[in-house]
């Protein structure tokens, strides 16, 4: 009762073009969605079946999979939709009649517009909140159908820089530099496994701690070494060894951070990527923190394709005797996607090297597109 009376709210044209837009843009996403999952899990998936993966896993790795190929799914589905929507409405000489009655072609396009504007949010709020942990669960569950061991914490080569104030002697004054290399060769269930650290957070000591596994102690703030070896470079150029049973050890729980944080910038939330930028940067790995800066970035500009195509689609498809059949229609659509995730790639990688800010690299493809798009409407209006 609430929809129909906030449904009765929008004016009569707009709820007709909807219609029209609605119904291909639902056949795109069902269609794009099932395309990228039979590329790229399906046929997988049945040669792991074939080598003794159980059904009821592999049914779970394909619904744990969907929300990644449809957030790719709908950007595409947008320039779809409206372009076919627009050129059926444009060839049966339907949007002429309402130009001749005065509606200017920028009203008739507001409709996509504004539903691409809905399915950007729809889409960030996937990509931001539900693709990270389906991915994750995903990862998991495939582990599980290959029989392998399952850790719900798990990662390799897990390495913490750490750089602050170091500790002067009476002969030299104190000065900022790198404090300790924190280096573990796994993290799983919330250990440090094979845990080599070197410190240099005194001026004129060398110190290196090795130990069979580290465990963060949130009470004591500090690391619990396990099972270890300590070796100390004295100044007068004397070593110091010892062997010790546990140790605790002085130093923030960055590794732990760190390891929490997945690999791929595409599994992370917007969060987990500023943090993970956030320690790179502390690290002085510069290149990573900016190569991370461009992908937070992206994560807001990816979603705004569906703005983009939808603009360019309806502006496309609204020119007069415009006639696009559906097969036509597809085809276009994955040209002009082709051109558009060319230019973002091309930009991207100069944010990555350094020659554009990470800001204007994600976001001037989206500029020239929609430039682009306001060009065509421009010209569907003469």
Known sequence: MIFRSWLRRIPLLDRWLLREIVPPLLFAVAAFTVLGLSIGVMFELARQMVDGMPALIAL????????????LSLPMATLFATLLAYSKLSANSEL?????????????????IVLSALLTALTLLFNDVIVPHANT???????????RAIATEQG?????TNFGRIQGTAAQKSSRGLKQLFYSRRFENGEMLDVTVLDFSRAGYRQMLVADKAIWDPDEA??????????????NGSTTRLTFD????PLSSGPLQVAKIPDDANNMTV????????????????????KLRVRIQEKFTFPMACVVFGLIGSSLGARPGSRTSRSQGFGISILLILGYYALS?????????GVLTPFLAAWLPVAISVAAGGVLLRQSSC
């Open 96 to 112: 002429t009649a309402l130009r001749s009655l005065g509606v200017s072609t920028v009203r008739l396009v507001v409709p996509a």
């Open 345 to 353: 790639v091309s930009f991207s990688s100069f944010g990555v090297s």
């Open 222 to 235: 500090k690391w619990e070494f396990i099972d270890g070896i300590s070796l100390t470079l004295n100044p």
């Open 156 to 160: 390799e080569d897990i390495t913490f």
């Open 137 to 147: 669960q995903a990862e998991i569950a495939l582990q599980r159908g290959i029989g």
């Open 60 to 71: 779970q790795l394909l619904l744990l999979n969907t929300p990644r190929f449809l957030v």
């Open 246 to 249: 546990r140790q605790f050890y």
């Open 271 to 290: 969060a987990q990527a500023r943090m993970a930028e956030r320690i790179e940067a502390e690290a002085g790995n510069t290149k990573a923190a900016r």
